[in-house]
Antibody, heavy 123, light 109 residues
Framework: QVQLQESGPGLVRPSETLSLTCTVS??????????WGWVRQAPGKGLEWIGC???????YRSPSLESRLIISVDTSKNQFSLKLSSLTAADTAIYYC???????????????WGPGTLVTVSS | QSMLTQPPSASATPGERVTISCSGS????????VNWYQQLPETAPKLVIY???RRPSGVPDRFSGSKSGTSASLAISGLQSDDEADYFC???????????FGTGTKVTV
């Protein structure tokens, strides 16, 4: 059974860049069936899709974030990562990594999630 | 900037049935599959319905999904206290070329 685990800083200063990594175990990021994605949730708010990446490097990104967002994958480490720049307080959220169905069925559902990591943007 | 609208809350007594609606548009719900997630307090979301009506392994058949046009619904029958959670619909959006979540519904038992 695949497991995902986020890692990264819990506190980041405004205007800086957030870097998060998701380590996958029990499965391979090189699978052709799935994308690997990020979702965030601001305190007390709903879920917001950030983006996802295929093992080949093909990505989809939220239009509202794409100018500040880079998603990458490292198949040798079985990890994928997120970099979000020019942070503001509005980026304070729990960040989840998740396995996202790759669109073969057309569903794009997230079937496995990491526990999430809280990132606070504050000086 | 969610484009999928859900009622903020829904409630029912144990054993009853509750239905949650999700309203979207042609570019998301009508032309793509709808998925539903359950989020218990302080935990990561969990997939309960995918591809409009399919249940992942381990999800009880008390949970069912349906869709008609630009709207979808999640029904929970035989409501139990541990069904009390936030529920989010979601779908791929062809106009955005991305995935969108609904606004979320808090179910109280």
């Amino acid at each position: 059974q695949v497991q995902l685990q986020e890692s990264g800083p819990g506190l980041v200063r405004p205007s800086e860049t957030l870097s998060l990594t998701c380590t996958v175990s029990g499965g391979s990021v090189s699978t052709t069936r799935y994308y690997w994605g990020w979702v965030r949730q601001a305190p007390g708010k709903g879920l917001e899709w950030i983006g996802c990446i295929y093992y080949s490097g093909n990505t989809y990104r939220s239009p509202s974030l794409e100018s500040r967002l880079i998603i990458s994958v490292d198949t040798s480490k079985n990890q994928f990562s997120l970099k979000l720049s020019s942070l503001t307080a509005a980026d304070t959220a729990i960040y989840y990594c998740a396995r996202q169905e790759g669109g073969v069925s057309g569903s794009y559902h997230h079937d496995s999630w990491g526990p999430g990591t809280l990132v606070t943007v504050s000086s | 900037q969610s484009m999928l609208t859900q009622p903020p809350s829904a409630s029912a007594t144990p054993g009853e049935r509750v239905t949650i609606s999700c309203s979207g548009s042609r570019s998301n719900i009508a032309d793509n599959f709808v998925n539903w997630y359950q989020q218990l307090p302080e935990t990561a979301p969990k997939l309960v319905i995918y591809s409009d009506f399919r249940r992942p392994s381990g999800v009880p058949d008390r949970f069912s999904g349906s869709k008609s046009g630009t709207s979808a619904s999640l029904a929970i029958s035989g409501l139990q206290s541990d069904d009390e959670a936030d529920y989010f619909c979601a779908a791929w959006d062809a106009d955005l070329n991305g995935y969108v979540f609904g606004t979320g519904t808090k179910v109280t038992v």
